[in-house]
């Protein structure tokens, strides 16, 4: 709560420091922010070309299932990867100029929001034409899109604030963090469905309890479900999947306080 | 009403640095028994500052000033103590911390202020200003990475000035750009203190410090040594503390036949000071001891600046004014009148030897640091007597 008042207070702040990292990311390349859009769709793209080819027709993979998927999945990789160098990437802000520590990472979120919003100006036409061409409709949940991505974000936050700070303290958090999203984007349906994994949850069911704890699980099938009217999951799992990383916020924030105060020494 | 209040103020660092670089370091340490070194770049500072005060703090390199500022700040988290400002603080520490390369200047203004905290609407009104004073008109446009460093930081002074804060901290930030850039600062920190703002200044410009500020912190190995009027703290901090502390490249050899027991920087006024008034008398007294009778001495001096430029010497003999003989206790006194130097830094060195050059009998090579200011608008290292004739076309 004093986190969000922090950067409510600084919110012209937030904004030009966003308002860097955005226009800094894409200047002088000649697409400029296109490559936002361009990126996924290529990814999403090839995914689907590959699954397509190795799965077979029978394979039951969607393309607004998977397009869904990875644009989401890029906006919390976004959120981690510059929250990585939130602060050891500018050294000089922490040293030198008092601000709340916070709103470095605060807008890296902010700006990868950015980011995905304009995404999904793309992604919802695009998504409600490959309905379309299976007599579908982009469903009429769609409208309540803001409620996932408002949780995503604060989702992304809590990533971006721990490795942010991690990092400063251990540089070795880059190359775990780098290790950790690609095991987390197989564990999580990015490229699949969920019902991708149901064989191995008849199998093993517990297995299929943990994968659910898995916020990423619960966000990307939230978004399948009111955009392309996919069953939603509503297991204790899945509950708990939701609720945990708002607990966990509070030791996040606690513990993002205390490491701060230490930065400039270590930077 | 106290502005900056500091109790018992410490910050410590380790000297394998604080926290370690990676996991394995980590790891190492922790399963290692031997206590990690420390060092305190501060430690039990305990002072008080009235609001609209404008204080200088001096020391030698690595003596703790720059953590002060950190820790006043709030940059630095204090390892013990307490440090508490009263209202707005604002520091010229880094000047274009924050700035993006890639953006342009214009861009970097409005980003800069931001971060320093300046409301967006204020520099909008102000960015004509901004720019101008910064004299970087034509190049807004550019990408700061092209601009030269004098253009960047002119650019980033010219924000933080806009700033309007209560204490403002100001980190040898004169030490940049041009003469006339530096006097437009200079002018911009003299209009914080009409407005009352209270200053915190660090420098080695002993100059400017002696100039602005109304009371100077003396501090050493992260201790405050000393507290008081500019002068007073400077005159210690130069007369006994830089070279108790081998802070100066001094020397002092000689057979001490003929012994300097004391010297004395005297003004017009007859009292010991180490600041000097351009066109003013400059007494220097050195007080000798002659172990047996000495005939023909010759007593000497030179000036040097602070960056070592010999600037004039002399002596007894040159000026032609002989001793036949010494023996004892002495007197010598040298009066310069007027002083032409103008404001700097400026060390004397003394020397007493024979007639003909061959015995050094004493000899102390920049030992005696002064300094001189000038109240007047010339410039440059000496004051020349000028008259300007002004002859109309008939």
């Keep these: 709560m004093q986190a969000l008042a922090i950067a409510w207070r600084h919110r012209e702040l937030l904004w030009n420091l966003a308002g860097r990292d955005l226009k800094g990311r894409y200047k002088d390349s000649v697409l400029g922010l296109l490559w936002t859009i361009l990126a996924p769709l290529f990814m999403a793209g090839i995914y689907i070309f590959f699954l397509r080819l190795l799965g077979g027709r029978g394979l039951q993979i969607g393309m607004p299932d998977i397009i869904i998927g990875v644009f989401a999945w890029q906006f919390t ?10 602060f050891t990437g500018n050294a000089n802000l922490v040293k030198k100029v008092y601000l709340p520590r916070l709103l470095l990472p605060t807008s890296v979120v902010l700006s990868a929001l950015v980011n995905y919003l304009l995404m999904l100006v793309v992604q919802l036409p695009l998504i409600a034409f490959l309905l379309w061409r299976q007599h579908e409709m982009l469903s009429i949940w769609t409208l309540a899109l803001p409620v996932v991505i408002v949780y995503q974000t604060f989702f992304n936050l809590l990533l971006a604030l721990t490795v942010s700070a991690a990092n400063v303290y251990f540089r070795d958090t880059q190359h775990l963090v780098g290790l950790g999203l690609s095991a987390w984007f197989f564990v999580s349906p990015v490229m699949y469905p969920l019902s991708f994994v149901h064989n191995l949850a008849e199998r093993w069911p517990w297995l299929e309890s943990l994968y659910q704890l898995n916020p990423l699980t619960v966000i990307i099938t939230a978004y399948r479900t009111l955009q392309t009217g996919a069953p939603l999951v509503l297991t204790p799992a899945a509950m708990i999947g939701w609720l945990w990383p708002l607990v966990a916020a509070v030791g996040v924030f606690y513990a993002f306080d205390r490491a701060q105060r230490n930065f400039a020494d270590v930077l | 009403m106290i502005a900056i209040e500091a109790q018992n103020l410490g910050k410590r660092y380790r000297k394998a640095g604080v926290g370690a670089p990676t996991l394995r370091e980590a790891l190492k340490r922790t399963f290692r028994r031997k206590p990690m070194e420390d060092f305190w770049a501060v430690r039990g500072l305990n002072f008080a500052i009235e ?32 440090v508490r400002v009263e209202g707005r603080i604002s520091s010229l520490l880094e000047l274009g911390a924050g700035f993006h390369p890639d953006l342009s200047g214009r861009e970097n ?76 600062c200079l002018d911009r920190i003299h209009d914080f203190k009409r407005r009352g703002k209270t200053i915190l200044l660090v420098s080695h410009a002993l100059e400017t410090v002696e100039q602005f500020c109304d009371e100077v912190i003396l ?95 002399s002596n007894t003999q040159i000026a032609k004014v002989p001793l036949e003989a010494i023996a004892g206790d002495g007197v010598m006194r040298l009066t310069i009148n ?16 024979s007639w003909d050059h061959s015995v050094q009998y004493h000899r102390q090579e920049d030992l005696h640091p002064f300094m001189v200011k000038d109240d007047s608008q010339h410039k440059g290292l000496l004051h020349l007597d000028t008259a300007w004739e002004h002859r109309p076309a008939l």
């Design chain 2, 338 to 353: 007027p002083l032409t130097l103008m404001a700097g830094r400026f060390f004397l060195s003394l020397s007493i030897h």
């Design chain 1, 77 to 86: 990789v976004q959120c981690v990867t510059s929250g990585l160098n939130a």
């Design chain 2, 219 to 313: 501090i050493h190995k992260g201790a405050m040594i000393q507290r008081g009027p500019p002068s007073e703290v400077i005159f210690n901090y130069l007369k006994s503390y830089m070279v108790r502390i081998g802070m100066l490249n001094v020397e002092e050899h000689g057979t001490r036949e003929v012994e300097i027991r004391a010297v004395r920087l005297l003004d017009a006024a007859g009292h010991e000071t180490v600041v000097f008034t351009t066109g003013q008398p400059m007494v220097i007294e050195v007080q000798y001891h002659a172990k047996h009778r000495i005939e023909k001495p010759v007593f000497g001096f030179n000036l040097k600046t602070g960056n070592g430029i010999y600037v004039f010497g």
């Design chain 2, 51 to 82: 609001p609209g005060r404008t204080i200088g703090v001096i020391g030698p390199n690595g003596s703790g000033k720059s953590s002060l500022l950190g820790l006043l700040a709030g940059t630095i988290t204090p390892t013990e103590g307490s």
């Design chain 2, 109 to 184: 203004v409005f980003l800069n202020a931001a971060i320093l905290g300046i409301p967006q609407e204020d520099v909008r009104r102000r960015f004509d200003a901004i720019v101008d004073f910064a004299g970087l008109r034509e190049f807004i446009d550019m990408p700061v990475k092209h601009y030269s460093s004098g253009m960047y930081v002119r650019l980033a002074f010219a924000v933080a000035v806009e700033m309007n804060p209560d204490v403002l901290l100001v980190d040898e930030v004169l030490a940049v750009g041009d003469t006339a850039f530096q006097m437009k």
